[in-house]
């Protein structure tokens, strides 16, 4: 799927959940431009900057529904869809854990899709928020880092 069409299928996707979702289902709709990774072994030359375009609609305050597409560290193009369950929720900061397909990452299933989980927080207030979440070294495949993304509610 090239870039245009796929800003086109997430616009409309917004424009689903905006209007045709009850607030009883769906809570805030986050949109966020990528992330930024710390990766553990400094020295292998991986990108920490990986900019694109994210959506997070949160269900309730236990759930949330994540996809976007993003230059990832190995710069390729990664996409994912993923749902995050909040087990303990504070005022403004939920723990929880990530669990979802990726792909775009060569050496795992040849750059095609995979399921992967890891352990996230999410700090939300007005119309920002942000997830900080632990990506797990997998083998010499998929490489650790500590994950940063700033989220802006649209609705």
Not at 14 to 40: D, L
Not at 54 to 71: A, C, H, I
């Amino acid at each position: 799927m090239n870039y245009a069409r796929w800003r086109k299928t997430i616009a409309i996707t917004i424009f689903c959940f905006n209007f045709f979702v009850g607030p009883t289902q769906a809570g805030k709709i986050y949109i966020s431009p990528g992330m930024n990774s710390y990766h553990f072994d400094r020295d292998a030359g991986y990108k920490n900057e990986n900019w694109g375009l994210g959506v997070q609609v949160d269900f309730q305050k236990t759930f949330s529904l994540n996809f976007g597409r993003f230059k990832n560290s190995e710069d390729n193009l990664s996409n994912y869809l993923t749902g995050t369950w909040y087990p303990y929720v504070f005022e403004h900061t939920k723990i929880g854990l990530l669990v979802g397909g990726f792909d775009g990452y060569v050496k795992e299933r040849n750059g095609g899709w995979f399921l992967a989980g890891m352990p996230i927080i999410n700090y939300s207030r007005g119309k920002w928020g942000v997830n900080m979440a632990v990506v797990p070294k997998y083998k010499n495949r998929i490489h650790g880092a500590f994950i940063v993304q700033l989220l802006f509610a649209i609705n």
